[in-house]
């Protein structure tokens, strides 16, 4: 069974190398991989970082195209595999996504689609959260709430996808949601592996954030084309949380209680998405961190992929300062693991971890106060606070000035 792995990108050298990295790393784990590379003739050096790997990249194309989907679309006409993905070039893979994924395939030839858990991490690598609102498969949740899937984190049959007839080009914002839907539309059978596949980069530049009104209007209209309710749920539901964005970030009196209200009118026209998610409220532990919810698991499992960084030797977590009593199980890149009982508030650890494949690295566990400026650490969020225990786990990496910095309480 052979994979074939599509990246678009477009003047991202920033990133796209931990991308790359991230995909071969998986091929010594399941070397059955041919590497897509499509580039919309990027000016900033994007082209030479993919160059650098040579024939490691089976085929690299640069050339302007019409958009992410159109450059989605025209690397996997260059496709020769059985199972089809894309990994934008600001994220990337765990280590051996590709022979979990592949195992699954394999055993069960009725599936079409498979997708699995996800991580979100800001542009330098900070870990946000775990991709709780993931669930199991759910055709009517899909097509008419919420897109529950992690693109980063989802692989479909080719045979599937020729049915779709590709990504749609009429849709610059949540193609990917849309082709889900088709996808459903058409039979597709979805599986869902609660295992951790990818890694999400989350950050102010990209196109999710900056999408705004335009991109509100494109998921409105893909919800009332796929949807199976009378109402579009997922439209207000969408519509709720960038509202709630736009009043955490506005500085005018008026324009915050405009868009607070606007927010809570959108978020009661989701009702629907309201009860379901309260039904299942206390359903969703992944690795003990719920988001949104006020309770922890008694063991705790922080797992994230590294892929070498000469400048960055350190990772650091930082949990919140009441998790007395807690076992913690770091993991990095699918071993090492830590565990450790936690009995002291605003504790620092550091642990070395030697056996590493890559590079020996610094795990460093800090404890946090109520909010997140205790460690001088609030601009790198985007001047987010954090008030609850579970809804967040911060990693990132430093180097040892930044970190002798960021620990000055």
Sequence with gaps: MKFSIVTPTYNHKKYIDTTIK??????????????????????DGTQDVVRSYGSEIDVFISEPDNGQADAINKGFTHATGDIYAYINSDDYYYPETFKKVAKIFEENSDID??????????????FFRYFTEIEPYDEYRLRSCTDFIMQPACFWRKEIYDKCEGFTKDFHFGFDWEMWCRMAKHGAKFHYEPELFAVNREFEETKTSTGGDVRLSELKKINKLHMQSLLPYAYYSY????????????????????????????????????????????????????????????????????Y???????IVMVLQSHLKGQKVNVVINNENEIIREFKNKNLILIYQIKNLSQKNIDIKLSFLKKEFKAFGLKNKLFNRKINYASTYIMCDIYTEDEMRECLIN
């Design 308 to 314: 070498k960084n000469e400048n960055n030797p350190y």
């Design 22 to 43: 991230s995909v071969l790393e998986n091929k010594k784990h399941y070397p059955n991989v041919e590497y897509i590379v499509i580039d919309g003739n990027s000016k």
């Design 239 to 306: 519509s709720s949380g960038e509202y709630k964005t736009q009043y955490n970030n506005s500085n005018l009196i008026n324009e915050k209680i405009r868009l607070r209200l606007k927010a809570l009118f959108y978020r009661f026209l989701s009702i629907n998405n309201m009860i379901y998610n309260h039904k299942n409220f206390n359903k969703q532990n992944l690795y003990g961190i719920v988001h949104h919810s006020a309770f922890l698991e008694q063991n705790i499992k922080l797992s994230i992929p590294y």
């Design 113 to 126: 689609v498979v997708y699995g858990n996800c991580t979100f991490v800001s542009e330098d690598e900070q």
